[in-house]
Every structure is written in structure tokens, then in C-alpha cells.
């Protein structure tokens, strides 16, 4: 017995053991497909702010098209020998043009940033794209760490809903087991057959009723004339080969009506009959 129930542990173990593993991918495969719907949002959200930037970049270099053409030959001359402006020397489209030119290396540095293959070059770089990738890199990596305090108690917490199903489940099986073990029961008790009792002073035939798992009560017409308590009797069921049917038993209640039988043997061929007229049910 003590072996058997260690077996049983170890086997529960095991099952308890192969649920956890499996609970475990279950959720690293669950948080990764989150993870990478949210990267998808992130990323289509870089791509929309590059397009943004190169619409403006667009709009930038028309302008510093157009304010180059109001440029004066002072400008352009200081501009073609690279000497340096100062503020009281540069005209009104200088000045802007600066700053045009200024925001036009801002927005392709940051368009070089959210394109495909970008890098980084300072820690403070500031890029959607980039910031997406290194979010999406340490989700994956929290995903998959061994660990990871949310996933141990997600899977624990699935585990005793599993095992609450289960037991609710074995529950259920056990509650109908036990109706139709008593369904059977009662469809056994009330089972009628046709029988042949044989005593010493007689043989008489009757219909069976009550039927347990010890004896069998006979509905006899004046038993009582025929047989006696403690008088040992031949059960058969009639229309059947008496050696595949007879039956041994013990009178131990006779009446006018009816004859009470003990069984002597614990299987025999009347209880087979029973058995099967029970099934067909």
C-alpha cells in the first residue's frame, strides 16, 4: 500500500512537474506575441514620423531654394569665400537661411535615426525607432528569463485553476458513478426472472423479486406447503441448462406467498443472468 501511494506521489509529481513546463511556454509564446504587436505599433509609429520628417524636409529645402534667390551679392560672395557672417553683416535672407539650413541637417540626422539600420551615437540619441528596438529587446529578454516573477505566478495561478477544473471534474465523474452504480442497483433489485425451486418435498415456480447481492426473494403460491425454513434448495432459472444455472441456497423465510433464499455461493450463474439482463438495460 505505502508503495503504491508512493508511486501514485511520484506520478502526480511529475504530471504536476510537465504542467508547469507547459504553462511556461504557454506564456513566454502568449507575452512574446504581445510583445511584438507592440513593437509592430512602435515601429509603425516610427515609420509615420520619418515620412513626417521628410515632408518637412521637403518643405525645408524649397525654402532654402527660394531664399537663396533673395540672397545679396555681399551674401552670395561671403557665402562662396566662406567668410564668416556677423550679425550686423548678414542680410534679413542670410540670417534665415541659416536657421533653414540648420533645421535641414537637424531633420536628415533624425531621418538617418528612424530609417532601417540606424545607430546610435550618443546615449541620449532620441529616436522612435531605436527606442522601440532596445523596448522591444528587454520585453523579449524579461519573456524569456528564468526569472520572471510574473510568468511564475501566471502559471501557478493557472495551475490551481487547472487543478480546481479537475477536481471538479473527477467530482462530476465520481457523483455519476455513484448514481449509476445505484441506477444498476435498483434495476438489479428489480430484475424478474422465471425460476425453478427444488427441496426435498418439492419443486415449485415462481418470479424473483428483491434481488441482492446474498439472496433472492421468490413470489411463490403457498410456499409454505412446500418448503421450510433452513431447508437447503436448488435455484434455476427456467428455460436454461441446469448445470449453467442451478444455484444453491438456504430457505430462510417461507410464507404463503413467497420464499426468502440465501445464496451459498458469492458468484454463481443466477447473478451472471442478472448481470446481463442489467446491461441490456
Wanted: aromatic letters at 2%.
Amino acid at each position: 500500500m505505502t508503495t503504491d501511494r508512493s508511486a501514485a506521489d511520484t506520478t502526480k509529481a511529475v504530471r504536476l512537474e510537465q504542467l508547469r513546463v507547459e504553462l511556461n511556454q504557454r506564456w513566454i509564446e502568449q507575452e512574446l506575441e504581445r510583445v511584438n504587436e507592440v513593437f509592430l505599433a512602435a515601429l509603425k509609429d516610427a515609420v509615420e514620423y520619418c515620412e513626417q520628417l521628410r515632408s518637412e524636409l521637403a518643405s525645408q529645402q524649397l525654402l532654402e531654394q527660394e531664399t537663396q534667390a533673395k540672397l545679396t551679392v555681399a551674401d552670395k560672395l561671403r557665402l562662396k569665400l566662406g567668410v564668416p557672417f556677423s550679425s550686423s553683416s548678414m542680410s534679413a535672407a542670410a540670417q534665415k537661411l541659416s536657421m533653414i539650413r540648420e533645421r535641414i541637417e537637424q531633420l536628415q540626422n533624425e531621418i538617418l535615426l528612424n530609417s532601417p539600420g540606424a545607430k546610435a551615437t550618443s546615449p541620449d540619441t532620441r529616436s522612435k525607432l531605436l527606442t522601440a528596438i532596445a523596448q522591444n529587446d528587454r520585453a523579449v529578454h524579461l519573456a524569456q528569463a528564468s526569472n520572471n516573477s510574473a510568468r511564475s505566478a501566471w502559471v501557478e495561478a493557472q495551475l490551481q485553476n487547472q487543478l480546481i477544473d479537475q477536481r471538479g471534474q473527477l467530482d462530476a465523474w465520481r457523483k455519476e458513478a455513484t448514481q449509476t452504480k445505484a441506477h444498476r442497483k435498483a434495476l438489479r433489485s428489480n430484475v424478474k426472472l422465471t425460476v425453478t425451486i427444488e427441496g426435498q418435498r418439492g419443486m415449485l415456480t415462481g418470479v424473483t423479486r428483491d434481488i441482492s447481492d446474498t439472496g433472492v426473494f421468490v413470489e411463490l403460491k403457498d410456499a409454505d406447503k412446500t418448503f421450510i425454513e433452513g431447508e437447503l434448495l436448488t435455484v434455476q432459472v427456467s428455460g436454461l441448462p441446469a448445470e449453467s444455472t442451478a444455484v444453491r441456497g438456504v430457505a430462510v423465510r417461507v410464507s404463503s406467498n413467497g420464499l426468502g433464499v440465501r445464496l451459498n455461493s458469492a458468484k454463481n450463474a443466477l447473478r451472471t443472468q442478472i448481470e446481463n439482463q442489467d446491461d441490456s438495460q
